[in-house]
């Protein structure tokens, strides 16, 4: 691949900076300004210090700031650090000159590499980006080299750069800042990657490093980072929506008399999603809102409460399922010839992803134009459904990202589903005002896009060894996938991978392997909640094979190695979590140790969870000991965060989260029904990585998967009791 | 007209008297650092001082507040600032807490006027920050930068 190929990912683009500049004036009308600067404006733009573009990921100002455009939104798992450092890795640049900014929607540069699309999810952010990011680093090092090496009159090779700074052993001294100029005026370096090759692992200094200080850690501890709560444009209306209290429910009719009263409401406008109040500032809207008196319409929504659809689940595995995820061997072979057979059933209820910055989005919508403005995480999903509900071309559409605060997921929507409706209501008004679409927790949680409810049941065999030769595994549940624009290209042959990811690709030796999927229908919106599919099947498979362990009389950590003699990077994980953790160590009576590992998004995260059983029967989690395999690290202290967040974001979800409908009306609206994980909650994290130098792989998920299974093994070795029904709840234990 | 006294700077204001302090920050005031998480004082993103108290602003209606001081991350952290709201700061970069953030400015009012006690052991912060929830679940770095901001104290 050429650099150019490698920058724009295999997308054809000509070998010139002009190339970019085609490719930014085709699809991103009027946001690539820079790029469309001829040398002319570039040097009037240059003299009032403003950045100069070298390519669509770097731009260089005459002050010497570095801004990375970063294509990913960071809800918190730290892209916009990781994107800075590979860049700030390969032109030798100072940490403290690194700048960055989100990029516009605009899917011909700023894909990502692992979707063809331009969005943010499935851990992908840095693992996409390794090769792009630093060629763009490595291409604008080089332009600057040059035109330092023009100016002096030098060889380029003999020009070395360290924090910054250009030197030439002849004492010539520079800066980027200097260089700049002249040097956005060069050809991008064209050609093989020997040409502008990658920096080699051993001269990192950045890179793998540790005590590079997170780049969004000033804004975000002083007040001034902006989200988009924060937003306020010119003559902007906030709007806070009446939904229906059923999903599929519809107005039937409203009556506005009280919610008109309210000092600072403007406009009231029926869409599709329910009733909008518009006002002048939030708190109007609010009270609006909660003035509203609306009649609804029930008669397409979905009525059916938890404990129908947990019934309907438990039911579907107690039979064949419609569609065959995995086949390996002969499993009803393997139950013949066994010498024990361990049966076991699971549930799992709907979740709720409730990140602390309620959905909202940021509209102004013009004749001939639509400016959105919020934490936008899939832009080639939502960008094109702007464009039909507003009858504008998609390059009419722009959108500006800002900080999320927090997603999990619910921000990467394949019906755009709050982007939509904030545009709806910009349409109902004709655009006379932007709007500022504020959902108040409530609406948050009640809002629907659920991890699905599953369950599962699992028959395995065991030889006369008391290791596995069948295991029969049917799961039942919705598919996050049907229905949505996505499912032909991620439903094959009935089978939504989501549904069974974490169990079709097993990662024990198990000879006979047969994995069986019901999906279900239910009127009820899901989605992917962070690590996906792996927040339920990882659970069910490190519960049983601990279990199975437990029937062969086994070491839980040993039993495993036995099965996972193929998976070094499996293995490598266990043995550093399990070593860490000081595992094989007595415990004291009510205390007790558990163990899981699990491959999500290309990582391998195994942790080793100690618990105590409190003198009410209650569960506290004292300590986690986590290591994680995820091939190159880039910033280890980011990579640490991550597993201690997933950690807490897993925990809190096993020890009581649950959202259940009644009636086809969900009970859970604040904080105090949905109940997250507090500080008194949180036990100590340790998190180790194995030394690798691969490409890196996710981290942003893979720490979520274990702690659950972990946690329930550490309470069965406490108490003798499984857990294969989250959440925990009120459950009391005794010790054994 | 309501006057409030925001950060050491008197502030006039023409809202209903049962306003949320907090919407009054955020939306006459763009004082954003405060922020909106739950409405209902679950969460603790509002968390302001009031004459040197951690309050939720979601439930502090502004007209309670005319008489009293009230400061904001904003004000936390001023050039002028107090000693606490400066070693909360310089705890949090340092042990890079923050990751989505939103939660952060509630976070570092409840830790700067938990630390103008006594130095805090575990248990004390476990309960003085019990009611800042953090859904990306920074809780251990917070705990550590807690006790990281009371050495600097000290020093
Ligand atoms: S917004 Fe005030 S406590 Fe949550
Ligand atoms: S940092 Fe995201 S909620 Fe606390």
């Known amino acids: ?736 | 007209m309501i006057k409030l006294n925001i950060n050491g700077v008197d502030r006039d204001v023409d809202v209903p008297e049962d306003t949320p302090l907090l919407w009054v920050l955020r939306d006459e005031l763009g004082l954003t650092g405060t922020k909106f998480g739950c409405g209902v004082a679950q969460c603790g993103a509002c968390t302001i001082h009031l004459d040197g108290s951690p309050m939720r602003a979601c439930q502090t209606p502004v007209g309670d507040v005319a008489d009293s001081k009230v400061v904001t991350i904003e004000g936390l952290v001023a050039e002028n600032a107090s000693k606490e709201g400066k070693a909360v700061q310089a705890a949090w970069r340092a042990l890079d807490v923050v990751q989505c953030g939103y939660c952060q400015s509630g976070q570092m009012m409840s830790a700067a006027a938990l630390l103008t006690s006594n130095k805090p052991n575990d248990k004390d912060i476990d309960a003085a920050m019990n009611g800042n929830v953090c859904r990306c679940a920074t809780y251990q770095r917070i705990r550590a930068a807690i006790h990281d901001a009371a050495k600097r104290l000290e020093a």
């Open chain 1, 1 to 736: 691949m050429t650099i150019q190929e490698r920058i724009s990912g295999g997308q054809p683009v000509s070998t010139s900076r002009r190339g970019f500049l085609a490719i930014a004036g085709g699809a991103g009308v009027g946001l690539m300004i820079g790029f469309k600067a001829g040398p002319a404006e570039a040097a009037t733009e240059a003299a009032k210090g403003a950045a100069l573009e070298f390519n669509p990921f770097v731009k260089v100002s005459p002050n010497g700031a570095i801004t990375v455009v970063v294509k990913h939104l960071d809800m918190g798992q730290g892209p916009t650090t990781g994107l800075a450092t590979l860049i700030a890795e390969e032109m030798d640049a100072d940490w403290s000159q690194m700048r960055t900014e989100f990029a516009p929607a605009n899917a011909n540069l700023y894909a990502n590499l692992a979707f063809k699309a331009q969005g943010t999810g499935g851990s992908t952010a840095m693992a996409n980006s390794w090769e792009q990011y630093r060629t763009a680093g490595a291409t604008a090092r080089a332009m600057l080299v040059k035109a330092a090496a023009d100016k002096w009159q030098v060889a380029q090779g003999e020009i070395v750069v360290d924090k910054g700074v250009l030197t030439h052993p002849s004492g010539k001294k520079g800066t980027y800042g200097e260089f700049a100029e002249a040097a956005s005026k060069l050809p991008a370096p064209v050609g093989s990657a020997q040409q502008t090759p990658f920096k080699d692992p051993s001269k990192f200094k950045l890179i793998g490093k540790e005590g590079l200080h997170r780049i969004d850690n000033d804004s975000k501890t002083d007040g001034t980072a902006i989200y988009t709560q924060d937003v306020k444009l010119p003559n902007m209306l906030v709007a806070v929506v009446a939904h229906p209290p059923k999903f599929g429910g519809k107005v039937k009719s409203f009556d506005d008399a009280e919610a008109k009263k309210v000092k600072g409401v403007e406009k009231i406008v029926q869409i599709p999603q329910g009733v909008a109040v518009l006002a002048k500032s939030t708190w109007a809207a609010i009270s609006g809102r909660n003035a509203l008196k609306v009649e609804w319409d029930d008669a397409g929504a979905e009525s059916r409460g938890s404990e129908d659809f947990l019934a309907m689940a438990r039911d579907a595995v107690s039979k064949p399922g419609t569609a065959t995820a995995k086949k390996t061997g002969d499993v009803d072979k393997g139950f013949e010839g066994a010498a024990k057979v361990i049966e076991a059933e699971f549930t799992f209820p709907y979740l709720a992803h409730a990140p602390m910055e309620p959905l909202n989005c940021v509209v102004d919508l013009k004749k001939d134009s639509a400016h959105l403005i919020y934490g936008a995480q899939f832009q080639s999903i939502d960008q094109p459904t702007v464009a039909a509900i507003t009858g504008l071309k998609p390059e009419q559409v722009t959108i500006e990202t800002v900080w999320a605060g927090g997603s999990f997921g619910r921000r990467a929507v394949p019906t755009a589903d709050y982007v939509a409706e904030a545009v709806m209501i910009a349409k109902a008004i004709e655009g006379s005002n932007p709007v500022k679409l504020v959902w108040t927790r409530e609406d948050d949680t009640k809002g629907g896009y659920y991890r699905p409810f599953y369950a599962h049941k699992v028959k395995a065999a065991l030889d006369k060894d008391g290791m596995p030769v069948a295991w029969l595994h049917r799961i039942a549940g919705q598919s996050i996938f049907a229905g949505t624009a996505l499912e032909a290209m991620a439903v094959k042959d009935g089978v939504d991978e989501t549904s069974v990811e974490g169990v079709s690709n097993l990662a024990y030796a198990v000879p006979s392997l047969q994995v069986e999927l019901t999906t279900l229908k239910v009127g009820v919106p899901v989605l992917w909640w962070r690590s996906v599919g792996h927040t339920h099947t990882a659970h069910v498979v490190e519960t049983m094979i601990d279990e199975l362990a437990h029937a062969a009389g086994k070491d839980p950590v040993e039993y495993r190695m036995a099965l996972l003699k193929d998976k070094p990077r499996h293995l490598a994980a266990l043995k550093l979590a399990a070593e860490k953790a000081g595992w094989g160590e007595k415990l004291a009576k009510g205390r007790g140790r558990g163990v899981a590992v699990h491959e999500s998004f290309n990582s391998v995260v195994a942790q080793v969870v100690d618990i105590t059983i409190k003198p009410d029967g209650g569960v506290k989690v004292d300590r986690v000991v986590a290591a994680a395999e995820v091939g190159t690290v880039i910033n280890p202290d980011v990579v640490r965060a991550q597993v201690e967040g997933g950690v807490g974001f897993g925990l809190g979800a096993a020890l009581r989260n649950a959202i259940t409908l009644k009636g086809g009306e969900v009970q859970q609206g604040n904080f105090d029904t949905y109940k997250p994980l507090r500080i008194s909650d949180m036990p100590h994290v340790e998190v180790y990585t194995v030394p690798s130098t691969a490409n890196p792989t996710g981290i942003g998920e893979p720490g979520v998967p274990p702690i659950a299974p972990a946690l329930a093994n550490a309470i069965f070795a406490a108490t003798g009791k499984r857990i294969r029904d989250l959440p925990l709840g009120e459950q009391k234990f005794q010790s054994v």
